[in-house]
């Protein structure tokens, strides 16, 4: 895959974290508002992934490192 693909895909991947994020923000505040407990873990799981994974994408390769130490 040449760069060129490479930063589209990127930026396609980041796209979808972001749709994803918002969905569950909005899953997240219906399942309270409705008192459902276990619809709001599970939103805050779902987001809480897609959060974890816009930021490795954003994230050079000597960030992921020193969060690993």
Do not use: F, P
């Amino acid at each position: 895959m040449g760069t060129s693909e490479s930063l589209l895909h990127k930026a396609e991947l980041i796209r979808y974290h972001r749709e994803q994020m918002w969905y569950w923000t909005q899953a997240l505040q219906q399942a309270k508002e409705a008192k459902d407990e276990n619809m709001v873990r599970q939103a805050i799981r779902e987001r809480r992934e897609h959060t974890n994974a816009l930021l490795s994408l954003w994230a050079t390769k000597a960030e992921e490192l020193a969060v690993c130490v």
